[in-house]
């Protein structure tokens, strides 16, 4: 093998909850292999040395930078120390992923941008439902034009935990449906309105009500919440001419619905709506795990330098929603997103 041939060496940084999931994904890829995993709770790396023998684990950060084997690094650490990791690994003329969100704010998304460009390496952001099959089944029907123009989304992210330390729901399980109604639209929305409550913990939201208008004129109403009886992740769009229901938690995960209310004719003022039910159908759907998708779409990227789908701009975008939702919660009323 060459050295553009053989597999990239990647370190992962932080092995709390997302991390073994990384190093899993890495282990099954032909492209990559993990190569070094640093955390700073020493419990977190017995547990993945037990798992994974002969994997080196270290403590210092400065390792990872300074191996000149390393090719890329994985950071799934807390949102605040996004930037500040990212950008010694970009010094370093490593690539990066970074997972969601980018950075905490749009100014740390656009300087890690920047850099990334300047040393000439790979920056990607871990939007992992972006290669998840459901999602994009559903995105091809969208773009096929079969639900007609998109009217409304409506979509429940709620659970049970895991409450956040450093950030609220809206920066945690938000940046999922951002993620996934940037993708499905191609836009970002112009304006949004939110309203949250903090019930556990003071200062930081976890429960959380937003709508979304976007140019093309679509409305997305998304309820997040950590607290919740069940695990819910349901999505409906709604479309002149088909409807479509996303379950993540269903064995049929995306299911077409052939219903609506057909347009009223402007000639007949007596007119009354004339609703169509038909046919749902449910189609094949992929299984593969979408973070060996994703995985794979980095090592490309890194390999032929070419932009991922999960791409650093497209993760710019997000923070961007995000922001805009706090300035939102801050202000009380409806606040245009800076673009």
Same mark, same amino acid.
């Given at each position: 093998?060459?050295?553009?041939?053989?597999?990239?060496?990647?370190?992962? =940084?932080?092995?709390?909850?997302?991390?073994?999931?990384?190093?899993?994904?890495?282990?099954?890829?032909?492209?990559?292999?993990?190569?070094?995993? #640093?955390?700073?709770?020493?419990?977190?790396?017995?547990?993945?040395?037990?798992? %994974?023998?002969? *994997?080196?684990?270290?403590?210092? %950060?400065?390792?990872?930078? !300074?191996?000149?084997?390393?090719?890329?690094?994985?950071?799934?650490?807390?949102?605040?120390?996004?930037?500040?990791?990212?950008?010694?690994?970009?010094?370093?003329?490593?690539?990066?992923?970074?997972?969601?969100?980018?950075?905490?704010?749009?100014?740390?998304? $656009?300087?890690?941008?920047?850099?990334? !460009? &300047? /040393?000439? =390496? +790979?920056?990607? +952001?871990?939007?992992?439902?972006?290669?998840?099959?459901?999602?994009?089944?559903?995105?091809?029907?969208?773009?096929?034009?079969?639900?007609?123009?998109?009217?409304?989304?409506?979509? /429940?992210?709620?659970?049970?935990?895991?409450?956040?330390?450093?950030?609220?729901?809206?920066?945690?399980?938000?940046?999922?449906?951002?993620?996934? *109604? &940037?993708?499905?639209?191609?836009?970002?929305?112009?304006? =949004?309105?939110?309203? @949250? &409550? @903090? #019930?556990?913990?003071?200062?930081?939201?976890?429960?959380?009500?937003?709508?979304?208008?976007?140019? @093309?004129?679509?409305?997305?109403? =998304? $309820?997040?919440?950590?607290?919740?009886?069940?695990?819910?992740?349901?999505?409906?769009?709604?479309?002149?001419?088909?409807?479509?229901?996303?379950?993540?938690?269903?064995?049929?995960?995306?299911?077409?619905?052939?219903?609506?209310?057909?347009?009223?004719?402007?000639?007949?003022? !007596?007119?009354?709506?004339?609703? &169509?039910?038909?046919?749902?159908?449910?189609?094949?759907?992929?299984?593969?795990?979408?973070?060996?998708?994703?995985?794979?779409?980095? #090592?490309?990227?890194? /390999?032929?330098?070419?932009?991922? +789908?999960? @791409?650093?701009?497209?993760? *710019?975008?997000?923070?961007?929603?995000?922001?805009?939702?706090?300035?939102?919660?801050?202000?009380?009323?409806?606040?245009?997103?800076?673009?």
């Amino acid at each position: 093998m060459t050295a553009s041939t053989l597999p990239l060496k990647v370190a992962v =940084v932080g092995v709390g909850y997302w991390g073994p999931n990384l190093v899993r994904n890495l282990h099954a890829l032909d492209d990559a292999s993990p190569a070094l995993v #640093c955390d700073h709770h020493p419990e977190r790396l017995a547990t993945i040395g037990d798992r %994974y023998p002969g *994997l080196a684990t270290t403590m210092d %950060y400065a390792r990872v930078l !300074d191996d000149p084997a390393i090719d890329a690094v994985v950071i799934a650490t807390q949102v605040g120390t996004h930037a500040e990791l990212a950008t010694a690994a970009l010094e370093a003329g490593k690539h990066v992923l970074v997972e969601k969100p980018l950075a905490a704010s749009v100014t740390e998304a $656009e300087s890690l941008i920047e850099l990334a !460009d &300047r /040393r000439g =390496v +790979t920056l990607m +952001t871990g939007h992992t439902f972006l290669y998840s099959p459901p999602v994009n089944v559903v995105r091809e029907v969208i773009e096929a034009g079969e639900l007609g123009e998109i009217q409304f989304i409506s979509s /429940r992210r709620v659970n049970l935990g895991i409450h956040q330390p450093d950030v609220n729901v809206v920066w945690d399980l938000g940046a999922h449906d951002f993620s996934i *109604l &940037r993708h499905w639209l191609g836009e970002v929305p112009q304006r =949004v309105a939110a309203v @949250s &409550r @903090s #019930c556990i913990t003071p200062g930081i939201a976890d429960v959380a009500f937003l709508s979304l208008e976007f140019p @093309s004129g679509v409305l997305a109403n =998304v $309820e997040l919440a950590w607290l919740a009886p069940e695990k819910i992740r349901r999505t409906v769009i709604v479309g002149s001419r088909k409807m479509v229901v996303y379950d993540d938690m269903s064995a049929e995960p995306v299911r077409i619905f052939d219903s609506g209310v057909m347009p009223l004719d402007p000639d007949s003022p !007596d007119a009354r709506p004339e609703y &169509r039910t038909g046919a749902v159908v449910a189609p094949a759907v992929d299984r593969t795990e979408p973070l060996l998708l994703e995985l794979q779409d980095f #090592c490309r990227a890194v /390999r032929g330098g070419g932009i991922p +789908t999960s @791409s650093s701009a497209f993760g *710019l975008d997000v923070v961007r929603i995000i922001e805009a939702v706090d300035r939102a919660l801050a202000a009380g009323v409806g606040v245009e997103v800076a673009l």
